[in-house]
């Protein structure tokens, strides 16, 4: 059963719908209140909005911020800035793609992991680094990266 309550989302569009370029800071909001944008209220946007479905889910899919799916429990970043970058930071992501069995933007079956990569984390000097939710993790080698996923699988930690 669908159990996502659309009272944030209607109380959003009806905030916003007068504006300019509302359809966007509409999807932002909603993004921002659940979390991804759900199909249901993709639908509801259109009606309230009075766009084509087509039209909300041509903006949706345009800009790579938005996402359909739920996160998972745990969201990786892998920084790929210039000091991660130089350190490693691309075998840490083939590492974590084959361990986890998903590519970069996607969330494993299970819900328990979404992996993502960022520009930099602000953190250079502990090159190369990840960060899972809101701790970083520096200095890793790939078998550090593949010690902490299973110690997060076994629920050792998180
Ligand atoms: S380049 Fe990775 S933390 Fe800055």
């Known amino acids: 059963m669908d159990t996502i309550d659309t009272q944030a989302a209607i109380a959003i569009i009806e905030r916003?719908?007068?504006?300019q370029g509302a359809l966007i800071s509409i999807l932002?909001?909603?993004q921002e209140e659940y979390g991804?944008?759900?199909?249901?209220?993709?639908?509801?946007?259109?009606?309230?909005?009075?766009?084509?479905?087509?039209?909300?889910?041509?903006?949706?899919?345009?800009y790579s911020q938005f996402r359909f799916e739920p996160s998972g429990?745990?969201?990786i970043k892998v920084c790929q800035g210039t000091a991660c970058h130089i350190s490693g930071a691309s075998k840490l992501l083939d590492v974590l793609e084959?361990?986890?069995g998903i590519a970069e933007g996607e969330t494993t079956k299970d819900r328990l992991f979404t992996l993502e990569t960022v520009a930099c984390l602000g953190c250079?000097?502990?090159?190369?680094?990840i960060m899972i939710n809101e701790t970083a993790y520096g200095r890793l080698t790939t078998n550090k990266v593949k010690?902490?996923?299973n110690d997060f699988r076994n629920g050792r930690t998180g």
């Open 16 to 19: 916003e719908n007068d504006k």
């Open 28 to 30: 932002q909001q909603v």
């Open 36 to 62: 991804y944008l759900p199909e249901k209220i993709l639908h509801l946007i259109a009606r309230r909005t009075q766009n084509p479905e087509s039209k909300v889910m041509a903006t949706a899919s345009f």
């Open 73 to 75: 429990r745990f969201t």
């Open 98 to 100: 084959e361990e986890l």
């Open 124 to 129: 250079c000097s502990l090159a190369p680094v």
């Open 147 to 149: 010690k902490i996923i």
